[in-house]
């Protein structure tokens, strides 16, 4: 070794190491192999390397990086390397496997048809996610981007889906907080958490997503669905970026090394679903970006948008302006989802949007307008009550059957008659009412999720009478 410092060694002599084969130092620490130039090899190491001194012997270990997986890596949180950061002890995981893999190809796929409920109603009504499909969130700092994914993954404690946490360059702090709001909610026995936090060396940082798609992998070809969420690739870019610096590449546009967009769709083309010859699995992909005064059009938004399959857009004017989650309707798409969608939500949300959208366009133009007609103003009242219904508190997800019968009553004018600040008010005793009164109702929705005629009727029948009452 001939240069060591800032996590990087220069190493001469392997003359046939290959591209990202794990290198051991005398100190029993690892380097990846990233940079083969002719007479000497660019090593980052995953340690700090204090230990590490020039002219120290390097060997080659023929290997690449590797992460236990396994079910016993549920409920626990683990660094890049997989090992434990959690007091519950060492993992004993029974198979390893190695954190890059190529993607599985177009005829190991199929095409995405069941949903991933988020529980949210603004997601799943307008921007559904289907199991296999990788869904951008994206949004300026402080806009309820975590809180999207945190509520999903609780919302997963009835289904079968598994999920995988990836948090990249974050506080242990904010880490450690959103642990125990798994734990609180029930939501860790099901959740792997790996942590690359912002105290770590960039190496690690870099290597925690592959490393956290290697353990959802695992559970996929096994048939399983899993959601793995990466918070965020934006701090993932900037690791990748101060190691290529650190490494002598190339700087190209923003400084970022011309492989960035190679570095962000190897990953998430690991993400998809299986066809039933290799099992059924699926991986859906949350990663999520941090964008600067809301432009989405800078250089990493931009890459990842291209290679995902939709966006959630959030937007911190109406993030403070009350409107939570903070989902910008116009801007937020999903190009799969809708396949996934059961047909009740489908036949709901379609108006939906569009209403939303109209209301969205006629608010902005009426602020400068005093004098109303009817129609307009009736049109507003409906719009404002749309807005209301997708307003949802932090870790309250709803089942899918109320998210249809809510929505499907704000969609009808059932909240006509109620006063805006009694929307959320009416809304859960509406809820509590089915809950408690109208079973069986709730139990035909739910057998097949589809809205008849005749079930539309009785719906509205319930609906009606139990506001006469709520307002009495
Ligand atoms: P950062 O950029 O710092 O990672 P973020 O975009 O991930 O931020 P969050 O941390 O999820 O944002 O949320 C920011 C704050 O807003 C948190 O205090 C969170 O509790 C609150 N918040 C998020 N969603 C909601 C919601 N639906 N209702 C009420 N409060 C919310
Ligand atoms: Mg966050």
Redesign the pocket.
Known sequence: MTQVGNGIARVTGLKSALSGELLQFEDASYGIAMNLDEDSIGVVLLSGGEEIAEGGFVTRTKQIAQIPVGDTLLGRVVNALGQPLDQKGPLIAQQARPIERVAPGILARRSVDVPLLTGIKAIDAMVPIGRGQRQLII??????????V?DTIINQKDSDVVCVYVAIG?KNSTVSALVNTLAEHNALRYTTIVVAGASEPASLQYLAPYSGIAVAEHWMEHGCDVLIAF??LSKHAVAYRAMSLLLRRPPGREAYPGDIFYLHSRLLERAGRLSETYGGGSITALP?V?TQGGDMSSYIPTNIISITDGQIY?ETES?NAGV??AINPGLSVSRVGGAAQVKAMKKIAGPLRIELAQYRELASFMQFSSDLDDETRARLRHGERIVEVFK???YRPTPLVYEIIVLFAVQNGCFAEIKIEDVQDFEYKLIEHFLNWQADIVEEISRTYELSPDLEKRLLEIIGHFKTSYLA
């Open positions: 949004g300026d700092r402080q806009t309820g981007k975590t809180a999207l945190l974050q918070d965020d999520i941090e959030l993030f939570r989650p949802q508190p932090q």
